[in-house]
Protein backbone atom coordinates (compact mmCIF):
# COMPACT_ATOMS: atom_id res chain seq x y z
CA UNK A 1 0.00 0.00 0.00
CA UNK A 2 2.66 2.55 0.62
CA UNK A 3 4.61 1.67 -2.23
CA UNK A 4 1.25 2.57 -4.47
CA UNK A 5 1.09 5.56 -2.40
CA UNK A 6 4.54 7.00 -3.60
CA UNK A 7 4.37 5.81 -7.28
CA UNK A 8 0.85 7.86 -7.17
CA UNK A 9 3.07 11.13 -6.04
CA UNK A 10 6.04 10.72 -7.83
CA UNK A 11 5.23 12.81 -10.60
CA UNK A 12 4.89 15.84 -8.54
CA UNK A 13 9.01 16.63 -8.33
CA UNK A 14 9.18 15.64 -12.09
CA UNK A 15 7.16 18.27 -12.67
CA UNK A 16 8.11 21.06 -10.17
CA UNK A 17 12.13 19.94 -10.90
CA UNK A 18 12.79 18.41 -14.43
CA UNK A 19 14.53 16.07 -12.68
CA UNK A 20 15.44 12.03 -13.73
CA UNK A 21 12.44 10.15 -12.64
CA UNK A 22 14.75 7.52 -10.21
CA UNK A 23 16.06 10.37 -8.22
CA UNK A 24 11.99 11.44 -7.91
CA UNK A 25 11.32 7.85 -6.72
CA UNK A 26 14.48 7.84 -4.14
CA UNK A 27 13.24 11.08 -2.87
CA UNK A 28 9.63 9.55 -2.40
CA UNK A 29 11.15 7.32 -0.22
CA UNK A 30 13.00 9.89 1.96
CA UNK A 31 10.01 11.59 2.45
CA UNK A 32 8.39 8.21 3.66
CA UNK A 33 11.19 7.51 6.03
CA UNK A 34 11.00 10.80 7.61
CA UNK A 35 7.60 10.95 7.84
CA UNK A 36 5.49 7.61 7.70
CA UNK A 37 7.87 6.64 10.39
CA UNK A 38 7.62 9.36 12.53
CA UNK A 39 4.30 11.04 14.00
CA UNK A 40 2.18 10.15 10.49
CA UNK A 41 2.48 6.67 10.77
CA UNK A 42 -1.26 6.16 11.44
CA UNK A 43 -1.95 8.91 8.94
CA UNK A 44 -1.04 8.52 5.23
CA UNK A 45 0.09 12.06 3.51
CA UNK A 46 -2.59 13.13 1.05
CA UNK A 47 -1.19 15.50 -0.79
CA UNK A 48 2.73 16.78 -1.98
CA UNK A 49 3.77 20.07 -3.44
CA UNK A 50 7.41 21.72 -3.83
CA UNK A 51 9.14 24.28 -2.39
CA UNK A 52 9.05 26.65 -4.58
CA UNK A 53 12.03 28.96 -2.76
CA UNK A 54 14.05 26.31 -2.61
CA UNK A 55 16.25 24.03 -4.89
CA UNK A 56 17.24 21.10 -2.42
CA UNK A 57 14.11 19.55 -3.77
CA UNK A 58 12.03 20.48 -0.05
CA UNK A 59 8.73 19.76 -0.02
CA UNK A 60 5.25 19.87 1.54
CA UNK A 61 3.13 17.24 2.51
CA UNK A 62 -0.83 17.34 3.56
CA UNK A 63 -2.08 15.00 6.15
CA UNK A 64 -3.68 14.50 9.65
CA UNK A 65 -5.12 18.20 9.90
CA UNK A 66 -1.91 19.52 9.38
CA UNK A 67 0.81 20.80 6.34
CA UNK A 68 4.48 19.97 6.93
CA UNK A 69 7.66 20.94 5.26
CA UNK A 70 10.29 18.36 4.57
CA UNK A 71 13.52 19.56 4.11
CA UNK A 72 15.28 18.30 0.91
CA UNK A 73 18.97 18.09 2.40
CA UNK A 74 18.23 16.98 5.90
CA UNK A 75 15.06 15.48 5.79
CA UNK A 76 13.65 17.51 8.88
CA UNK A 77 10.39 17.91 9.27
CA UNK A 78 8.92 20.70 10.60
CA UNK A 79 5.06 21.94 10.32
CA UNK A 80 4.13 24.88 9.32
CA UNK A 81 0.76 25.06 9.47
CA UNK A 82 -2.44 22.60 11.85
CA UNK A 83 -1.78 20.70 14.27
CA UNK A 84 -3.23 16.88 15.04
CA UNK A 85 -6.35 18.73 16.17
CA UNK A 86 -9.11 18.68 13.44
CA UNK A 87 -11.23 21.60 12.30
CA UNK A 88 -11.42 25.12 10.65
CA UNK A 89 -9.62 28.34 12.30
CA UNK A 90 -7.65 30.91 10.04
CA UNK A 91 -4.91 31.81 11.89
CA UNK A 92 -0.62 31.49 12.05
CA UNK A 93 1.22 28.32 12.19
CA UNK A 94 0.48 25.81 14.57
CA UNK A 95 -3.10 27.33 15.96
CA UNK A 96 -4.35 27.20 12.20
CA UNK A 97 -7.23 24.39 12.00
CA UNK A 98 -7.69 21.91 9.01
CA UNK A 99 -10.40 19.40 8.35
CA UNK A 100 -8.56 17.04 5.59
CA UNK A 101 -5.84 18.59 3.88
CA UNK A 102 -5.59 16.93 0.76
CA UNK A 103 -3.96 18.12 -2.33
CA UNK A 104 -1.41 21.23 -2.44
CA UNK A 105 -0.30 23.34 -4.90
CA UNK A 106 3.13 26.01 -4.64
CA UNK A 107 4.05 28.97 -5.86
CA UNK A 108 7.16 31.34 -5.69
CA UNK A 109 5.27 34.64 -6.45
CA UNK A 110 1.40 34.25 -4.97
CA UNK A 111 -0.11 37.39 -6.29
CA UNK A 112 -2.63 37.82 -3.20
CA UNK A 113 -0.22 37.22 -0.33
CA UNK A 114 1.19 40.48 1.25
CA UNK A 115 4.17 42.15 -0.27
CA UNK A 116 5.34 43.75 2.34
CA UNK A 117 6.08 40.05 4.48
CA UNK A 118 9.79 39.29 4.74
CA UNK A 119 11.71 37.67 2.26
CA UNK A 120 12.68 34.62 4.28
CA UNK A 121 15.01 33.39 7.47
CA UNK A 122 18.00 32.06 8.79
CA UNK A 123 17.19 28.97 9.67
CA UNK A 124 18.23 26.94 6.90
CA UNK A 125 15.61 23.67 8.73
CA UNK A 126 12.50 26.48 7.76
CA UNK A 127 10.08 26.92 5.31
CA UNK A 128 10.38 29.72 2.60
CA UNK A 129 14.03 30.17 3.28
CA UNK A 130 17.31 29.66 1.53
CA UNK A 131 18.14 28.49 -1.95
CA UNK A 132 17.50 31.76 -3.36
CA UNK A 133 14.70 33.13 -0.39
CA UNK A 134 11.66 34.97 -1.48
CA UNK A 135 7.93 34.96 -0.44
CA UNK A 136 5.85 32.34 -1.46
CA UNK A 137 2.39 30.49 -0.93
CA UNK A 138 1.00 27.08 -0.63
CA UNK A 139 -2.78 26.35 -1.42
CA UNK A 140 -4.67 23.75 0.19
CA UNK A 141 -7.78 21.34 -0.75
CA UNK A 142 -9.37 20.49 2.21
CA UNK A 143 -11.81 18.37 1.71
CA UNK A 144 -13.78 17.68 4.76
CA UNK A 145 -13.71 21.46 5.33
CA UNK A 146 -15.08 22.04 1.53
CA UNK A 147 -12.63 24.72 1.46
CA UNK A 148 -9.61 26.07 -0.49
CA UNK A 149 -7.06 27.50 2.16
CA UNK A 150 -3.41 29.96 1.65
CA UNK A 151 -0.51 29.72 3.73
CA UNK A 152 1.85 32.28 3.72
CA UNK A 153 5.70 30.45 3.73
CA UNK A 154 6.85 33.70 5.43
CA UNK A 155 4.73 34.70 8.25
CA UNK A 156 2.65 31.01 8.05
CA UNK A 157 -0.32 33.20 8.30
CA UNK A 158 -3.71 30.75 6.80
CA UNK A 159 -6.30 32.43 4.85
CA UNK A 160 -9.54 31.07 3.29
CA UNK A 161 -9.99 32.01 -0.05
CA UNK A 162 -12.81 29.73 -1.04
CA UNK A 163 -15.73 28.02 0.18
CA UNK A 164 -17.47 28.59 2.91
CA UNK A 165 -17.12 25.36 4.83
CA UNK A 166 -20.47 24.33 4.01
CA UNK A 167 -21.83 20.61 2.61
CA UNK A 168 -25.03 21.54 1.25
CA UNK A 169 -26.48 18.55 -0.13
CA UNK A 170 -26.43 14.95 1.80
CA UNK A 171 -27.95 13.04 -0.91
CA UNK A 172 -25.17 13.24 -2.71
CA UNK A 173 -21.39 12.93 -1.97
CA UNK A 174 -19.67 16.23 -1.91
CA UNK A 175 -22.82 18.27 -1.56
CA UNK A 176 -23.65 20.74 -4.09
CA UNK A 177 -21.39 23.70 -5.16
CA UNK A 178 -22.41 27.26 -5.70
CA UNK A 179 -20.22 29.71 -7.75
CA UNK A 180 -19.47 32.98 -7.23
CA UNK A 181 -17.47 35.56 -4.98
CA UNK A 182 -15.57 34.53 -1.21
CA UNK A 183 -17.88 34.24 1.34
CA UNK A 184 -20.99 32.93 -1.15
CA UNK A 185 -18.88 30.46 -3.16
CA UNK A 186 -19.14 26.95 -1.99
CA UNK A 187 -16.73 23.79 -2.74
CA UNK A 188 -17.91 20.70 -1.75
CA UNK A 189 -14.97 18.24 -1.06
CA UNK A 190 -12.23 19.84 -3.00
CA UNK A 191 -9.28 16.86 -3.57
CA UNK A 192 -7.81 17.89 -6.79
CA UNK A 193 -6.32 20.88 -8.32
CA UNK A 194 -3.75 22.76 -10.61
CA UNK A 195 -2.67 25.82 -11.81
CA UNK A 196 -4.17 27.47 -14.82
CA UNK A 197 -0.93 27.46 -17.09
CA UNK A 198 -2.60 29.41 -20.15
CA UNK A 199 -0.72 31.43 -21.72
CA UNK A 200 -3.43 34.05 -21.90
CA UNK A 201 -4.50 33.53 -18.50
CA UNK A 202 -5.76 37.17 -17.47
CA UNK A 203 -3.85 37.35 -14.12
CA UNK A 204 -0.52 36.18 -15.16
CA UNK A 205 1.29 32.76 -13.70
CA UNK A 206 -0.21 31.37 -10.79
CA UNK A 207 -3.10 33.69 -9.93
CA UNK A 208 -6.12 31.37 -10.80
CA UNK A 209 -6.20 27.45 -9.87
CA UNK A 210 -8.03 24.40 -11.56
CA UNK A 211 -10.36 22.84 -8.37
CA UNK A 212 -12.25 19.29 -8.66
CA UNK A 213 -13.24 16.96 -6.43
CA UNK A 214 -13.73 12.83 -7.56
CA UNK A 215 -17.27 12.84 -7.57
CA UNK A 216 -17.64 15.73 -9.72
CA UNK A 217 -19.11 16.36 -13.24
CA UNK A 218 -17.54 19.66 -13.49
CA UNK A 219 -14.51 21.48 -13.10
CA UNK A 220 -13.86 24.84 -10.88
CA UNK A 221 -11.91 27.41 -11.59
CA UNK A 222 -11.14 29.60 -8.36
CA UNK A 223 -9.39 33.42 -9.72
CA UNK A 224 -7.18 34.50 -7.09
CA UNK A 225 -7.49 37.96 -7.76
CA UNK A 226 -11.23 38.42 -7.71
CA UNK A 227 -11.75 35.72 -5.36
CA UNK A 228 -14.63 34.77 -7.97
CA UNK A 229 -15.36 30.75 -8.38
CA UNK A 230 -16.70 29.34 -11.98
CA UNK A 231 -18.11 26.49 -13.14
CA UNK A 232 -17.03 24.57 -15.81
CA UNK A 233 -19.85 22.56 -17.06
CA UNK A 234 -18.79 19.95 -19.88
CA UNK A 235 -20.08 19.04 -22.88
CA UNK A 236 -19.49 16.08 -25.17
CA UNK A 237 -18.58 13.24 -22.63
CA UNK A 238 -20.24 10.38 -24.48
CA UNK A 239 -19.70 7.94 -21.60
CA UNK A 240 -22.46 5.19 -20.51
CA UNK A 241 -25.59 6.69 -20.12
CA UNK A 242 -26.25 4.66 -16.94
CA UNK A 243 -23.14 6.48 -15.30
CA UNK A 244 -23.39 10.38 -14.20
CA UNK A 245 -20.37 11.44 -13.01
CA UNK A 246 -17.04 11.27 -14.07
CA UNK A 247 -14.54 10.60 -11.12
CA UNK A 248 -11.70 13.21 -11.17
CA UNK A 249 -8.74 11.83 -10.05
CA UNK A 250 -5.91 14.11 -10.73
CA UNK A 251 -5.52 16.98 -13.52
CA UNK A 252 -2.93 19.40 -15.29
CA UNK A 253 -3.22 22.49 -17.94
CA UNK A 254 -1.04 23.06 -20.78
CA UNK A 255 0.01 27.04 -22.25
CA UNK A 256 -2.97 26.80 -24.42
CA UNK A 257 -5.22 26.67 -21.55
CA UNK A 258 -6.33 22.93 -21.84
CA UNK A 259 -7.12 21.12 -19.04
CA UNK A 260 -6.08 17.26 -18.85
CA UNK A 261 -7.54 15.05 -16.28
CA UNK A 262 -7.57 11.27 -15.51
CA UNK A 263 -11.02 9.79 -14.68
CA UNK A 264 -11.16 6.18 -12.36
CA UNK A 265 -14.21 5.09 -13.61
CA UNK A 266 -14.03 5.02 -16.69
CA UNK A 267 -10.16 4.74 -17.07
CA UNK A 268 -9.52 7.65 -19.55
CA UNK A 269 -7.26 10.39 -20.18
CA UNK A 270 -9.52 13.48 -21.25
CA UNK A 271 -8.99 17.05 -22.48
CA UNK A 272 -11.20 20.11 -21.68
CA UNK A 273 -11.06 23.43 -23.60
CA UNK A 274 -12.56 25.47 -20.84
CA UNK A 275 -13.28 28.65 -23.31
CA UNK A 276 -16.00 26.30 -24.90
CA UNK A 277 -16.91 23.70 -22.16
CA UNK A 278 -15.82 20.70 -24.45
CA UNK A 279 -14.11 17.76 -23.55
CA UNK A 280 -12.57 14.80 -25.42
CA UNK A 281 -11.16 11.36 -24.84
CA UNK A 282 -7.63 11.75 -25.92
CA UNK A 283 -6.53 8.18 -24.19
CA UNK A 284 -7.79 5.36 -23.19
CA UNK A 285 -9.80 2.03 -25.30
CA UNK A 286 -13.02 1.96 -24.16
CA UNK A 287 -15.65 3.02 -21.64
CA UNK A 288 -15.63 0.22 -18.40
CA UNK A 289 -17.49 0.32 -15.68
CA UNK A 290 -15.62 0.51 -12.21
CA UNK A 291 -16.05 -3.72 -11.60
CA UNK A 292 -14.79 -4.59 -14.95
CA UNK A 293 -11.65 -6.28 -14.99
CA UNK A 294 -8.52 -4.76 -16.47
CA UNK A 295 -4.88 -4.46 -17.30
CA UNK A 296 -2.27 -1.86 -18.35
CA UNK A 297 -0.49 -2.07 -21.89
CA UNK A 298 1.15 0.60 -23.91
CA UNK A 299 0.16 1.38 -27.35
CA UNK A 300 -1.21 3.90 -29.42
CA UNK A 301 -3.29 6.75 -27.27
CA UNK A 302 -6.65 5.51 -28.08
CA UNK A 303 -5.82 1.81 -27.87
CA UNK A 304 -4.23 1.64 -24.45
CA UNK A 305 -6.14 0.73 -21.31
CA UNK A 306 -5.72 2.11 -17.96
CA UNK A 307 -6.21 0.42 -14.54
CA UNK A 308 -6.68 3.15 -12.35
CA UNK A 309 -5.40 6.19 -13.30
CA UNK A 310 -4.67 8.62 -11.14
CA UNK A 311 -2.18 11.63 -10.86
CA UNK A 312 -1.62 13.23 -14.09
CA UNK A 313 0.99 15.93 -14.74
CA UNK A 314 2.21 17.47 -18.03
CA UNK A 315 5.94 18.48 -18.73
CA UNK A 316 6.16 21.45 -21.24
CA UNK A 317 9.45 20.55 -22.39
CA UNK A 318 8.09 17.01 -24.13
CA UNK A 319 4.83 17.65 -25.45
CA UNK A 320 3.78 15.19 -22.91
CA UNK A 321 1.42 13.72 -19.64
CA UNK A 322 3.00 11.33 -17.02
CA UNK A 323 0.05 9.50 -15.51
CA UNK A 324 0.32 6.90 -12.56
CA UNK A 325 -1.95 4.31 -12.69
CA UNK A 326 -2.47 3.41 -9.14
CA UNK A 327 -3.54 -0.15 -9.20
CA UNK A 328 -1.40 -1.27 -12.14
CA UNK A 329 1.86 -0.09 -9.85
CA UNK A 330 3.14 1.91 -13.29
CA UNK A 331 3.69 5.46 -14.65
CA UNK A 332 2.59 5.63 -17.82
CA UNK A 333 3.88 8.52 -20.60
CA UNK A 334 1.19 9.99 -23.12
CA UNK A 335 2.96 11.78 -25.61
CA UNK A 336 0.38 14.91 -26.91
CA UNK A 337 -0.83 16.32 -29.96
CA UNK A 338 0.40 19.88 -30.68
CA UNK A 339 -2.89 20.96 -30.40
CA UNK A 340 -2.63 20.73 -26.85
CA UNK A 341 -0.29 23.50 -26.64
Known sequence: ???????????????????????????RRAVRHAVVGGDYESTPPQGL?????RDDGSCFISGESRIV????????TTTI????????????GELALFSGPHELCSTKHAKDIDSTAAAGSTNSNQAGSGGGGGAGAVYCAEFSGHRIRRINLVTRAVHTVAGIGIETDKSKVGGVDVDGALGTNKVSSPEFMCWDRARHCPGGPDSALYIASRNGKSLRRLDL???????????????????????IAGLDSTPS??????????????????ETNTIEAIAGSAYRSPDTPSSNHDGPAKAVSFVTPMCLVIVNSECAAYITDFSGAAIRRLQLSDSLF
Request: glycine share 8%; hydrophobic share 40%.
Open 1 to 27: MREQFWCCHVDVVLRCCGVAMLWCCAM
Open 49 to 53: CIDPT
Open 69 to 76: HVNGTSRA
Open 81 to 92: AGSKTSGFADAV
Open 225 to 247: LSGVVTTIHFKGIGIDSNDHRLY
Open 257 to 274: GRVLFACINTRFIYSVDP
